[in-house]
Nanobody, 125 residues
Framework: VHLVASGGGSVQAGGSLRLSCASS????????MGWFREAPGNEREWIAT???????TYADFVKGRFTISQDNAENTLSLQMNSLKPEDTAMYYC????????????????????WGQGTLVTVSS
């Protein structure tokens, strides 16, 4: 399994970006897919997860601003990010959960066994 994230870039506060994650395998075969981010000096933190049966969960700090979606026909995962803030600046990673553990802990890094390489998002004030 191989994931490739793309779509990062530089944007001003209040702007939008759409991140994509291309999978080498059929995304419908994963129990979950998710997005995480890591800012300089900080630990990797969870953003959102979409489970195989469609349920989406979000971290409180992105609710109402970010939307996770999955297209199994294209084998891609996306993250639409609106109303971006400078504190959203980070390297963004997509991940796939290959076991049912992600159903119970969709926010846990340990629930995801495959990771993309990251795409950098920079938000200026």
């Amino acid at each position: 399994v191989h994931l490739v994230a793309s779509g990062g870039g530089s944007v001003q506060a209040g702007g939008s970006l759409r991140l994509s994650c291309a999978s080498s395998e059929y995304t419908g075969s994963y129990y979950c897919m998710g997005w995480f981010r890591e800012a300089p000096g900080n630990e990797r933190e969870w953003i959102a997860t979409i489970k195989s049966y469609g349920t989406r969960t979000y971290a409180d700090f992105v609710k109402g601003r970010f939307t996770i979606s999955q297209d199994n026909a294209e084998n891609t995962l996306s993250l639409q990010m609106n109303s971006l803030k400078p504190e959203d600046t980070a390297m963004y990673y997509c991940a796939a959960g290959l076991t049912r553990g992600c159903f119970d802990r969709p926010e846990s890094i340990a629930s995801f066994g495959v990771w993309g390489q990251g795409t950098l998002v920079t938000v200026s004030s």
